[in-house]
């Protein structure tokens, strides 16, 4: 048996937010979405795309979140966003990170009740 079809199934969180009117990403797409691929076990992330940020953005993003825990690793995530990325997205991007883990958090209470 191949291991790639060992491995665990992974958990995909997916945040949603508005960018500002005043943006041109507003205008043509209106809604960033951002996903984050995250381990079963140990609720961390492995990966992260996000939907409508330059490249550049995206790879912020990805060298921010990636290997950070879903139960207590966002609140530094979002403190390196606001002190570190500079763009009328900004406030967005957040919003984007703390839909996910309200998504996260509905999983896990959810997961609890049925255990």
Known sequence: MCKDTE??????????????????????????SLELEVEPETFQIVDVSCTLL?????????????????NRGLTSAIEEVESRYFSSEKKAVIAAIKDAKRQFIEYRAKAQKTH
Do not use: A, C, Q
């Open 7 to 32: 491995k665990k199934k992974t958990l995909f969180f997916t945040g949603y937010s508005r960018f500002p009117e005043n943006t041109s990403s507003h205008h043509v797409f209106g809604i960033l």
């Open 54 to 70: 330059p490249t550049l953005g995206e790879k912020f993003l990805m060298h921010t979140l990636i290997g950070k825990d879903m």
